[in-house]
């Protein structure tokens, strides 16, 4: 997690703490990497190839846009039928830069920790059965497997 976010957040929020996230080790990535690419059937060696892919595979929610008022990320893993486990995975920059979060902290603090405009993520849990991305323009991708 970039620090400048946790700033902004103690800022906003002098007397409460930041969610916890853990990043994820080096190796604990690769090994993301290596199922996804099982999964999308392409190389492992190639992280552009991964978010390629799950790009040309993830459909549109063309009906609701990250960045708008009162968007709920709890509502859409609803509307999606998406049931989230306890902890969920961010991917910040092709699945080299990966933070640990609990799901309901993620919900309920995503727009202290998504910015419109320079973030593009990707979201997923253990099981790496779905991938949702949301755009630097709010736009949001769902990819089941």
Request: net charge negative.
């Amino acid at each position: 997690m970039e620090s400048f976010k946790i700033d902004h957040f103690k800022k906003d929020n002098p007397s409460g703490e930041f969610p916890w996230h853990h990043p994820l080790s080096p190796a604990d990535m690769v090994a993301i990497r290596h199922r996804l690419s099982e999964i999308l059937q392409v190389s492992s060696e190639s992280n552009l190839e991964i978010v390629n892919a799950l790009y040309a595979i993830g459909r549109a929610v063309d009906e609701i846009n990250a960045d708008t008022e009162g968007f709920s990320l709890c509502e859409l893993f609803k509307k999606l039928n998406i049931s989230l486990v306890k902890n969920v995975y961010i991917n910040w920059y092709r699945f080299d830069n990966i933070d640990e979060m609990r799901s309901l902290d993620l919900c309920s603090f995503f727009e202290d920790i998504w910015y419109p405009g320079p973030d593009d993520i990707d979201i997923f849990d253990s099981t790496l059965s779905w991938v949702l991305s949301v755009t630097h323009e709010g736009i949001i991708r769902v990819a089941k497997f």
